[in-house]
């Protein structure tokens, strides 16, 4: 179909209301000229002071930079990062926000994919603290290698228990080597065979009275001075030596006796424990076991095969019953002493699921429940350990503890009875697909081999492996489950913000800040209020508020002062600038009702007029064809039969049959495929019709018998010909003697998409002629050929609701191709679908012979005028470098200009004569 031309118009612009108002005390003969005068005046002001205040810049420059607020704002900012550096460690955690465009397989992937990498840097806090422990032992056992872990206690204890807090996600850090063996000779207790010390939320312990400088009595002393009078019998106020001394910390209470700068100092001593309780961190043995650390530590004699030759993640997940807290460690080797080198090794561990504690709440299950909160696909996230085990969950009531008695462990993913149905019968999946089991049935799996995203049940499942680069085994699988019907949902967008800021601890530094940021910051926030002034156009007030105030609300800096200053200019340039912009808006108005009325005009004018010339093909030559041919070839053929009036149009009728063929293009550039498929059924409809017009006497002779259809009657190359004649399809439409609709089926030469009725009726061109027949000529002589050699069906009032005359849903090859040739078909049929309805509106104003059956069509089209007409379409434009849009406006206000205007064409008429209202019409739209 001829592609419509697009006509180069700027956007009409949004309408803008200004209200103006005269100065206070101005009284009532201020008008917009006095009030302009008053406008240049203070603007010409400003310039002046602006002027001498950029020259005032080049003045005093030392004065104006001590006074000024960056300098001292960063001086004292200067103290507190100095005070604070030793003490205080900030860290910025939080999840990257990022836009899903479509809820598909790929923005899960990339979802779990982002998880995984929060996931990972969560545990690479532990590894990062593991590896700055390491160094800080390093040290220690520089400076005394037979007592390394007291060395690393009294040298780098407190700021240790700083990362702890710092960290946020850490719980503890342990380290230990073998103990001198003449102090395990010498000792009362001879399975205390190490030195181990462990710093905890607010614990601590110290193995090795004879190398820490607290001694047993001392111990003992210290307890019953902080427990007065209390029963040795009970627990905590009797201490027996020998044993692991556990004492309770100052940490972040603020307890009677303590000292802030000293978070490690004594605050009680709990008690003490034989070293071989495996809380104890005593006995080397039970240690080096409940780790699983490889080879044995047998007393201190260390096996070749013993020790940690790089760091890695304990398989094993500690479940601690006392704190209500699961926690995952991290392994690393030291240094050991000469008698036992491959001894040593250090422990950091991470809260992964649990309560409350001292440390705060955040752990990786929290984070977890943070990440689905924020998901509108109701996502559920877990994480399964190398042994098939719980991890954490996003989900509130899942608790992935097993309490036996004194005992604790982590419940399998696949234990249906412990184990939500949300996350059972995946997980149970996984474990079956990618775990083994020994004879004592614990699981090793292999989470390496799990496919990036499956499908499980109803779930949609993506999974990533995580592993820690700077330490092995972590193996962990990080698991995003969906409903497989959100892959195909709505647009998501995802943002979650999780930044927490370091809370100053210099108190004279935060002080100061406070004290220098109140002055900088009035300022400011007097310039956002103002701000918000001018933002409501209340300049006058703006101005007011500055001039307002004592001394002490003077600017105290350099910057406020001149902030000031220019704001007092920006309020009078802005005044200057509302006046011309009114000015300039009510000019856009102007021109835009002008445009559209002239739009309006154009339309009206051109409906049911003969604005190209109407060209035939006989159809003994139509039939002779043996596929179709363009405008161009037969019009240099000399096949064609030109119309170039109204007048000749009405002559030609009188001894000639137009018959008018409406189809759908077959292919991007060609209307046909290489079977000739839209030729054939053409030719079936053109003898149909004249088989049945042969009772019209002369004019349905075959030899009087001409045909239109648009490829060989609308020019394919000139656009501006194109345009001229899809304004003329009214004339062309109501001017056939026979109106064919001829659909056969058949397919798309590019798309391959199946041709046939329902396709016609899907395309938005041959809408288009469907409307101009029925808004000119109703549906006399309106027929449908379906099948390739069928019969002509004529079309009734019951075929309208199976044929949609809603042009602008229909389906243009342009948007289809993404516009690369930059106009869209749609524009270009606006005026000639408001010359239409201009149609109809007059037919049925006019009460003419058809107003009945237009009254129908009227009706038809005012109950769904915004899909008639509609005021807006999407633009898009596909690009090698991807697809844009843009929203558009088509119609806009045109329906509504164009109605207003026939009713006053329609009482003018009125009042007028007959012959004038004869006259002000189409004459081809009353003959035929």
Request: net charge negative.
């Amino acid at each position: 179909m001829a592609r419509a031309f697009q006509k180069d118009e700027r956007m009409p612009c949004e309408e803008h209301v200004v209200e103006i108002r005269g100065r206070k005390g101005d009284g009532p003969a201020t008008n917009i000229s006095e009030m302009v005068k008053v406008s240049e005046l203070r603007y010409t002001n400003s310039l002046d002071s602006a002027t001498q205040w950029r020259q005032s810049l080049r003045r005093r420059p030392l004065c104006r930079c001590l006074s000024s607020a960056m300098t001292m704002v960063s001086f004292s900012m200067g103290i507190l990062v100095i005070g604070s550096i030793l003490g205080i460690r900030v860290l910025s955690w939080g999840l990257i926000s990022y836009e899903l465009q479509t809820t598909s397989e790929e923005g899960q992937k990339s979802q779990v994919e982002q998880m995984a990498k929060e996931v990972l840097a969560f545990f690479q806090v532990g590894s990062g603290l593991a590896e700055v422990t390491s160094q800080f032992y390093n040290i220690s056992f520089a400076r005394e290698s037979d007592a390394a872990p007291h060395e690393f206690l009294s040298r780098f204890g407190t700021l240790e228990w700083t990362s702890l807090v710092q960290s946020v996600f850490t719980q503890d850090v342990m380290l230990v080597h073998a103990r001198n063996p003449t102090l395990v000779s010498a000792s009362g207790d001879p399975s205390c065979n190490t030195d181990a010390v462990l710093v905890g939320q607010q614990y601590m312990f110290d193995i090795n009275p004879n190398t820490t400088g607290l001694t047993w009595e001392q111990a003992e002393e210290f307890n019953n001075q902080s427990n007065p009078g209390c029963d040795p019998s009970q627990a905590g106020c009797g201490l027996a030596a020998p044993g692991a001394i556990l004492a309770g910390i100052c940490g972040y209470e603020n307890r009677p006796g303590c000292d802030p700068s000293d978070p490690l100092q004594f605050a009680a001593v709990y008690g003490n424990a034989s070293c071989t309780s495996p809380g104890s961190g005593g006995n080397g043995e039970v240690l080096w076991m409940l780790n699983q650390l490889p080879g044995s530590f047998e007393g201190g004699s260390i096996t070749s095969t013993s020790g940690l030759l790089a760091p890695q993640w304990q398989r094993r997940t500690i479940v601690d019953l006392n704190y209500g807290l699961v926690r995952q460690s991290v392994m690393f080797g030291l240094p050991g002493p000469p008698w036992a080198p491959q001894s040593a090794w250090g422990r950091v561990t991470m809260r992964v699921a649990g309560d409350e504690n001292i440390f705060g709440t955040t752990n990786l299950q929290s984070i977890l429940r943070q990440v689905s909160a924020s998901s509108r696909d109701a996502s559920i996230i877990f994480v399964l350990t190398g042994r098939g085990e719980l991890l954490a969950t996003s989900l509130d009531d899942q608790d992935v503890r097993v309490i036996e008695g004194d005992t604790a462990r982590l419940v399998r993913g696949d234990d249906e009875g412990l184990v939500s149905d949300l996350i059972q019968p995946v997980a149970k999946a996984l474990i079956e697909r990618h775990c083994t089991s020994d004879t004592s049935g614990t699981l090793d799996c292999d989470w390496e081999q799990v496919s990036v995203l499956q499908y499980i049940r109803n779930y949609a499942v993506a999974a990533k492996p995580i592993n820690d680069p700077k330490a092995d085994g972590l193996g962990l699988l990080l698991v995003d489950i969906v409903d497989s019907g959100a892959i195909t949902g709505r647009i998501e967008e995802i943002n979650v913000t999780l930044i927490q800021l370091g809370i100053p601890i210099i108190f004279g530094a935060i002080l100061l800040f406070v004290i220098l940021s109140r002055q900088v910051t009035v300022p400011l926030r007097k310039a956002r209020d103002n701000m918000f002034l001018l933002s409501d156009m209340k300049i006058d007030d703006a101005v007011a508020a500055y001039s307002e105030g004592g001394r002490c609300s003077r600017p105290l800096f350099t910057e406020a002062g001149d902030l000031q200053l220019s704001f007092m200019h920006a309020a009078t340039a802005l005044k200057a600038w509302r006046r011309r912009e009114i000015e300039r808006r009510t000019l856009l108005e102007e021109e835009r009702a002008q445009r559209i009325q002239h739009t309006v005009e154009k339309a009206v004018q051109g409906a049911g007029k003969l604005m190209h010339p109407m060209v035939l093909i006989s159809a003994e030559e139509f039939m002779n064809m043996q596929m179709l041919v363009s405008y161009e070839v037969l019009r240099n053929s000399g096949k064609l039969e030109f119309l170039d009036t109204e007048d000749d149009l009405v002559k030609f009728k009188t001894n000639h049959s137009v018959i008018f063929l409406s189809h759908q293009w077959l292919g991007w550039g060609y209307p046909d495929d290489e079977q000739q498929t839209q030729l054939k059924a053409m030719k079936s409809a053109v003898k149909t019709a004249a088989h049945q017009m042969r009772s019209s006497g002369a004019r349905g002779a075959w030899k009087n018998m001409y045909v239109w259809v648009d490829y060989c009657s609308i020019a394919q190359e000139h656009r501006g010909m194109q345009t001229l004649a899809v304004s003329s399809l009214p004339v062309y439409a109501s001017s056939a003697d026979v109106f064919v609709i001829v659909a056969p089926p058949a397919k798309h030469v590019q798309s391959h998409n199946q041709a046939d009725l329902h396709s016609y009726n899907s395309r938005g061109w041959c809408r288009a002629e469907m409307l101009s027949k029925i808004c000119s000529s109703g549906l006399e002589n309106f027929f449908v050929l379906s099948t390739e050699g069928g019969e002509l069906q004529r079309v009734t009032e019951e075929w309208l609701p199976s044929l949609s005359m809603y042009v602008f849903e229909g389906d243009f090859s342009c948007c289809q191709q993404g516009h690369c040739h930059g106009a869209c078909d749609k524009e270009a049929l606006v005026e000639p679908v408001l010359g239409l309805y201009s149609l109809v509106l007059r037919q049925v104003n006019d009460g003419s012979g058809s107003a009945r059956h237009m009254e129908q069509v009227l009706r038809h089209i005012r109950q769904s005028k915004e899909r008639f007409f509609p005021r807006t379409y999407t633009y898009r434009v596909t690009a090698p470098e991807g697809t844009t849009t843009e929203e558009r406006e088509l119609f806009g206000p045109l329906v509504e200009a164009l109605e207003q205007h026939m009713d006053r064409e329609h009482g003018l008429r009125r009042a007028g004569s007959t012959g004038s209202l004869r006259s002000a019409r189409s004459d081809v739209f009353w003959v035929f």
